[in-house]
């Protein structure tokens, strides 16, 4: 079955994906360089965004960086005037880059996503992300069986939020601390690549483990512009803004000493050229390659789960705007 890549219908954005950069830049070398370049951050403990942002002026000219700078939508100079000012604004933050190297490693490893993703057309609002006929509602998957990954919503309510810190202070290890899905969206090509990652986790993590866990999904711009307010890692332009990044819980695991586990199959994936892995933390970020999201035969694994078939699954999907 082919699970095609849909041109995204709302939202502002540029030009669709066939009039991308002509050629893939080097990639593999291009992380590697950025691991030498958050090593260098990293060895003055006391460096703050001053001096990280001395050390990225000095190194964002050479070749190993410039190929992907070069192929991001805004183009080289403009991405790399945003960084600078990333770090040099920089402020320690507990819910996500609590060092300027984490924030180095997120900033520069996001342009990876933004080069194969940032000149789609994004979810510009909530409403956008609702009235996508293309976005599958997670609840009605989970209702007929058909994720293999556990979620939760944010608690929206006073009740509800007094709910969720009562189970925090007394059962504190039962689930991942971490608010929730905002909106319980994403593609069918990113629900796939769960079922199979959580499959693949669940046979080799030790007995007793959780299924793997999501902590985010498809996200609109203002939400990302929100999260950003917060204090959160949420650059723009970015995969979860079209519907195929994800964010899974990585901290979690620790207790149940299957976080190794789980580290070593994203990078694996990553290995094969699947994805772009960033470590975030208490969750790692993951975005899906372009090219595998096209794959005729990929996302197959979904539909075959129970015998449903693609026009149930459609059914499934149609109307969340209404929920």
Known sequence: MTLSLVDHSVGLGGPPLA???PYEPDIRAYRAAVGELVAEVGQDRSADGRFAEQILSRRLDEPQFVGVLSATPDGRESTIAKLLFEVRTYEPSPRSANSVGALVRISMLAQIDAVWWGRERSYQTDADLLDAPELVDLDELRYAGLLQFSYRHQAD???SRA???????????????????????TTAQSISWLNELADEFALHAPAGTPPLWVTSLARSVAHQRRLKELGYA???????????????????????????ILRGLLLDRQRIGEVNVIDEGQAWHVCLRPDLTENSDFGKSLFGKSGLRKSEFEGLSSGHGDS
């Open 19 to 21: 009039e991308f950069a």
């Open 157 to 159: 309510t006073f009740l």
């Open 163 to 185: 709910a969720r810190s009562a189970e925090r202070r007394t059962l504190p290890y039962r689930s991942p601390k971490t608010a929730g899905l905002r909106l319980a969206l």
């Open 234 to 260: 949420a650059l723009l332009p970015s995969a979860h803004c079209v519907g195929y990044a994800v964010d899974v819980e990585m901290a979690w695991y620790r207790r149940f000493h299957a976080h190794r």
